[in-house]
C-alpha cells in the first residue's frame, strides 16, 4: 500500500528519499514521485511504474543533489483513479508553492471539492489526495503548520500526510488512521509510514498518534495535539538488522520467509515456554469472559479459525471469529464480558484497526496478536502477544501464518493454565519440538516443485480438509489465488458433495489435507467421493496408508504430529505448492498483481 518517505537535514535528500522507497516496494504500488525543495523552489518528478524508473527520470534531471536538503517522496497504490503519473504524489497546489504526500482515504471528498469548485481551482488529478495541497494553499498565510490544521480539521477519512512548502525550512507531518513515524536523527529529521524506509539512516523511531502533528526543521522538532498542546513523545529504539530485510541466496523474500519458519517459530517460543509452564505477561483486565471474539483479515483470519478450536478446546469458553470489515458496520453486540483478539502481522490493517476500536469504545478487554513492533493495534490493545517473527517483507503472509497460530495456542494454554488445571505434557513437548518439524517438512521442497509444474497450467483448485484443516484448507486456497493467479477454493471436505461436487473433472485437481486425526476416515470417503467423478488428487498425508495412496496421484508426506500442531506443519507444502506454481508461471512473487502488503485503507 501507499508509502511515504521525508528528509530535512544536511545531507542531499534526493538519495535518501529514493533509498527509502525502494525499502517500501515490498508493500506494494503503481507509481512513485518525489518533490525536493530549495529556496524558492519545489522540484516535483513523478512516474508510473517502478521506483526505478522514477530513479532514471531524476538522473536525466541532472540534479545538483547538494542543493535539495529537504523533500517528500511517495508511492501509490492507486485507490481514487488509475495509476498514472499524474495522480502519482506529490501533488501540489495550483502555484505549485505547496506540495503534500497522502496515505489513505479522503471520505467527504466531494463536499471539499465543492470548497475548491467556489474558489476556482482546476484539479490536475483524479485523486481524493490532491485536495489537500489546494486546501493548505487556500488557508496558507504564512505559517504552513496553521494552514495544515485548518485543512486536517475540516478532513474526514484517513490520512498520514507529510507537507512541504517552497520557503524550504520545514516538513509538516500528520496522521488519522493510518501509520507515520518520525525518524530522529542528528541533525537531520525523517518521516515515514514504514520505519523499514529508515533502517539504514536512523532506528530511533517516535510512532505518531492519531491527531498529532510534527512540525520538523532538521535541527529539531515538536509534537503537538491539534489545539497547539505540546505532547509527551517516547523515542523508540528498533531492534532490526538490515540483513532481516534482505533476501541473501534466496531467490524471492516468500520463499526465505517460508524458510525461516524454524527461527520465527522458536523467536516466538523463547521466554514464552519454560519447563511446562507458559510465561506471557498479559495486562487482561479480567478472564472470566462470557465469550472472546477473534477478529482479522486474510491470512490472519485463517489463523483465527484454528485459533477458535485451541480457545475452545483449552479454555471451554464460546468463541466467535468475525471479518473485520463485517464486524466493525455491525454495530456489534460487544461488551465488558468479551475479551476482543485482534490477530494482524502488520498492526496496521485499517479495517482490523477499527474494529478494534469499536470493541475498545464498547468496553470489552481487548489483546492483540501482532507482528510489527511498535504498530497501531499493538499500542491501542490493553494487552498482546508479539510474534517476533521478523519483518515479512513477501505480500502473501506465511511466517506470520504459522507464528499467529503458534501464538493462538500458547494463548489458550496459558488461560487453561490460569484455571488452575495442568497442562497436557504431550502437547507442550509437542511444541518445543515444533521448529524441529518445520524443517523436517521443509525437506519436501523438491518434491512439490515437481508437483507444481504438473499443474501450474490449470485454471482451478481445490483445497479440501476437515477440522483444523479446513482452515488449512483456505489458506493454501488463499496462497495459490494470490500470487498464481489460478482460482482456488477452500471448502470444508464434507460440504463438497452438497454443490462443489458438480465442478469435479479431470482438469479440477483437489488437494487433500489427510494427515492422521479423529477425522481420517472420513477424509477418505470425501477422496472416494472426488475419485469415482475422475478428479486427480494430491495428497498432504503423514502415514503410508494403502488407502490414501491408491486414492492420490501425488503423496506428500508430512512429519507426524498432533492435530493442533499440523495446523502449522501442513500448512508449509501448500505455501510451496503456491510458491513454485507462481515461480514457474514467472510471475512477480513477492509482489503479485493489485495487492497490497499493509492494507491500511478499508
Ligand atoms: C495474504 C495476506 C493478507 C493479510 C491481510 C491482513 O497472504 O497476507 O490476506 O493476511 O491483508 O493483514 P494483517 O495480518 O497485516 O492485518
Redesign the pocket.
Known sequence: MCGIIGYIGNKAAEPILIKGLKKMEYRGYDSAGLCLANNGKLLTIKRKGEVNELEKAIKNEKIKESKYNIGIAHTRWATHGSPSKINAHPHLDSENKIAIVHNGIIENYDSLKEILKKDKVKLRSETDSEIIAHLISKFYKGNLKEAVKKTVKLIEGSYGLAVIDKQANKIIATRNSSPLVIGVGKNETFVASDPLALMSETKKIIYLKDKQLAEINGKDFVIEDYIGNEVDFEIIELKLEAAQIEKGNYKHFMLKEIFDQPQSLRNLLAGRLKDEEIKLSLNLKNKKWRRIILC?????WHSCLIGKHFIEKYTNIPVEVDYASEFRYRNPVVGKNDLFIAV???GE?AD?LAALREANLKGADSLGIVNVVGSTISREVNSGVYLHAGPEIG???TK?FSSQVLAFLLLSLYLQQEKGEKLDKKTIKEIKRLPQLVEEVLKTNQQIKKIAKKFNSINNFLYLGRGINFPVALEGA??LK?ISYIHAEGYPAAEIKHGPIALIDKDLPSLFLATKDELLEKIISNMQEIKARGGKIITIANEKRKELIELSDYVVYVPKTTTELAGIVNSIPLQLLAYHTADLKNLNVDRPRNLAK??TVE
Not at 482479522?296 to 490472519?300: F, K, R
Open positions: 482479522a483479515c486474510g491470512t490472519s494482524s502481522q502488520s490493517t482490523t505480500v502473501a503472509s506470520a488463499l496462497k494470490e499493509s492494507v
